[in-house]
């Protein structure tokens, strides 16, 4: 078979209307699939709202108790002592009380 004869096969067979009583019906499967869709987009409109409902109402710098009431105990901003670290822990070419930290990479 040449490659003329494969084409006009090809055409042929794609000039064809499908036929049969099923054909343009769609699947219960296909509705299932867009009800899940739609219940996963309507469980993430209602978590994202949630999470939004958590933010203050503006980021003031003038005012940063709430920021700070948040931030408590996250980080220490003093000097490291020798309660705040195990013994095990301090690096012996430090010396003690002084905060060596390397600021961080950003």
């Known amino acids: 078979m040449n490659n003329v004869d494969f084409v006009n096969t ?3 067979v794609a000039a064809e209307e499908p036929q049969g009583p099923e054909f343009g019906k769609s699947s219960p499967l296909g509705l299932l699939v867009i ?3 739609l219940v996963g987009t309507a469980f993430l409109i209602w978590s994202m709202s949630r999470q939004l409902k958590k933010l203050p109402e503006s980021f003031d ?3 940063p108790e709430a920021d700070q ?3 408590e105990g996250t980080d220490p901003s003093g000097p490291v002592t020798s309660t ?3 013994v095990g822990d301090q690096d012996p ?3 003690a009380g002084t905060d ?3 600021p961080a990479d950003t």
Do not use: K
């Open 10 to 12: 090809v055409m042929v």
């Open 100 to 102: 060596e930290r390397r």
């Open 61 to 63: 710098t003038e005012h």
């Open 84 to 86: 705040d670290a195990p």
């Open 69 to 71: 009431a948040f931030d």
């Open 35 to 37: 009800l899940l869709l």
């Open 93 to 95: 070419t430090s010396s």
